[in-house]
């Protein structure tokens, strides 16, 4: 008996420690958790921002000084010593984002979160994320400033690293029971791929090859201008292009594949924007330049910025930065402040692959030339590596082959993509965050290939500017719209637009530069510029603004970051309600009707017209392009702009009839028909979920990037704004950092982001910032101008060479 | 002083020195060992390293976490989720503490029960 006790209690003992060490599921191992000593509670903590740090390899003795946001302010004695601190002090406050956002940019969150996702990082394989990087890393190592730097930046993280321990390891490697990897350069270029793919990784390219095979040229064009009837471009219209020598790239008259593909890869999301502006002196309230800059991204816990000052004996630089990157991102220094759109332009194209039997070649000009492959393999946490073999084309990677998303055996589909391509555009900022005047702004950007991005630019000296900078592709006119036969020369891209010929304004006359994702150019730009999913409404709420005032402020500046004018809505219901047969309508109906005839076209927090608009708005949409719910066919209806404008001008088009009924409807019948469903989801809404004042019925949330955990978000926060708004507040996306720069000598700054510095939920400066944006406030940078801590600063820690 | 409340004693101060040294799993090391030189006896071989542990988790949970008011506390709470309490979550913590020492201190007791014999 006794040793049958003996033996259970021992089976027991066991099993207690195996259920408590072990992670079942979504379930952290409990015992390692849950521990007093290493397990969460030892996060439960502000971060330390005093004494001094041992860091190996450090030249000299590097001072940084915390203010009450948790705004590192970070003072070196040399550019090598600046990027490992850099590196430090960023991976002390945002380790687990950091390097979650480069194995998600990598395709390896299988390895983190298991067999879940899977499918996604086969995706990220297939797009070539990792192949990207590896160009992006041997462009860099061509500079051999960049090199240094960049390993120095590595070095950083890796002495943070390796000082952690047990206890202090981030809150998200314990629930998820992993532990960091070394940092390493390609980290770096894969986030900077990862930035690519969100902002330059859309195309609609087999999306518009399935409208044209099934509507025609005729009414493709009719549904996807090139350019819009109205276009007020990033590049003032005046612009004269006369000193453009080198022509576009001449149509070769090739036909388009017009093959259809049931399912494409992920894409970025649409949505994904920003604005900025600068004004000249001329413009300005005080006889100061001034500037502005709020890129509307994910709006996510830990935020993707991370602002930090950064500065050696020879230049002094403050603002954003990427965790992950090096340098500052959107700001400013003594002399120069820059911010960045992005500048959609069309840098992603596919070619049909037509193989050999044995599928290790493929047909090109008559011959056939070999693939290499790339074997991907993805780890997958508690189970069997996946393999996959993927083929590249000298155009890039088979995405769509028998092995993905597609069955042909002998065809396939390879990606063209400026993110293949390589580059060094960590250089860009590095040369922006030292750069004293135009010129050294200029030869900063003029490497930058992707991205490309609208760098608006305004200095001390009260010039202002805007470069659309990437490497974009001179294209012959429709390359690219849709598939194209890949075994054809005169399909590839022929050459790059020269560099000194991209958009660009300088100074202009009507005293001030903008961009808010718009066209970037009007017709008369001589290259191949065609719509690819523009922005229509921001673009001229911010210059009608701007123009209309003589002396523009800091606080007009405000006031147009927190502008809620709804353009679209004001340029259709007005339109629309009066057109509407109201004679018939029920009581419910009527209470709706008086909710947005009643509305100013204000996306407000607490009005409803904003609600009803939108509610009604997606049911009419998707009523008028029934066409394109196609069954296994991947498709996009036609965009906003040309959706209203098609409404209000050809009501009558076949386009506007419902298929699905005997009845032809016109535009005006979707009116009435779209409102009745729009005013039935918007009172089942309202008995689940309350109120439908703006606010509630958006509900704008901050998702931790492990998929808006809960724990670690926050929720229903008090901000109005919208899609296609100045304010561009979304559900979950919106200006991720709000920038205000006057160009005093040194220049006067404002800024605040949607999040906090701090990386760990346990400490109170993860989601300080949050209320006061949501408020539309802002917190002034407080930009020192030597090592010495004023009265701002709450914490000076040293970092000081271990050897 | 009864056995109970120096096993209790002994074993809090055990698990404060080990929490040093050792992962987590060190109160199970303590519990065992308490229960090899202090033993106990019938209910009491296992609740008295239970509560000795449930306590010294609790109150080191206490101290750590209410020093930063709970703020990441409250937060594990809805993870778990314990519906945002951070008093139920240092309640697990200790519970899950206490679960582990004990099982391991009524091995302690068999085994120096079969030795004895031998």
Known sequence: MKYIKLILSFVLTIAIFYALNTKFGSIPPIGKFLNPYSGVWQNETDESISGEILIPELKDQVTVHYDAELIPHVFAQNEIDLYRAQGYITAKHRLWQMEFQTYAAAGRLSEVIGEKALNYDRQERRRGMGYGAEQALLKMKEDEQTTLFVQAYSDGVNSYINQLNPQNLPVEYKLLDYKPEAWSPKKTALLLMYMTKMLAGGDEDIENTNALRLFGKERFDLLFPDFFDITEPIIPKETDWSYIDVPQTPTPNSKPVLDSIAETIDKPDPNYGSNNWAISPQKSATGNAILANDPHLGLNLPSIWFVMQLSTPNHNAFGATLPGALAVISGFNQYIAWGETNATRDVIDWYKIEFNKEGNQYKYDGKWKNVTYRIEEIKIKGKESYKDSIRYTHHGPVVYDKNFKSDNEKTGYAMKWIGHIGGNNQKTFIDLNKAKEYSDYLKAISNYTAPAQNFVFASTKGEIALWVQGKLPNKWEDQGKFIMDGSKPENDWQSFIPQKFNAHTLNPKRGFVSSANQHPVDEAYPYFVYNDGYETYRNRVINNFLESKDEISIEDFKDLHNNNYNLKAAELVPYMLKAMNIKNFTTEEKVIFDGIENWQYNNDMEEVGPSIWNAWWNVLYDMVWDEFDVEATAIDAPFTYQTIYLLKTKGDDAFMDIVGTEKVETAKDLFNLSFSKAVKNLNEWKTVNGDLNWVNYKGTFAGHLLQALPAFSRFDIPIGGGKNIVNATAENWGPSWRMIVEMTSPPTALGIYPGGQSGNPGSKYYDNFIDDWAAGKYHSLNFLQSNTATEVIIGTQTLTPSN | ?118
């Open chain 2, 1 to 118: 002083m009864s056995k109970n409340i120096i096993n209790f004693i002994a074993t809090i101060i055990l698990a404060f020195v080990l929490s040093f040294f050792m992962p987590w799993w060190s109160v199970m090391v303590v519990g065992f060992a308490t229960s090899l030189f202090i033993p106990l006896e019938k209910r009491a071989v296992f609740f008295m390293p239970f509560l000795a542990i449930l306590v010294f988790w609790f109150v080191y949970s206490l101290i750590l976490s209410g020093s930063n008011d709970f703020t990441l506390a409250k937060r594990i709470a809805i993870l778990l989720p314990l519906g945002g309490s951070s008093f139920l979550l240092m309640l697990v913590t200790g519970v899950i503490g206490g679960l582990a020492a004990g099982i391991a201190a009524v091995f302690g007791k068999q085994l120096s029960l079969v030795l004895k014999k031998s």
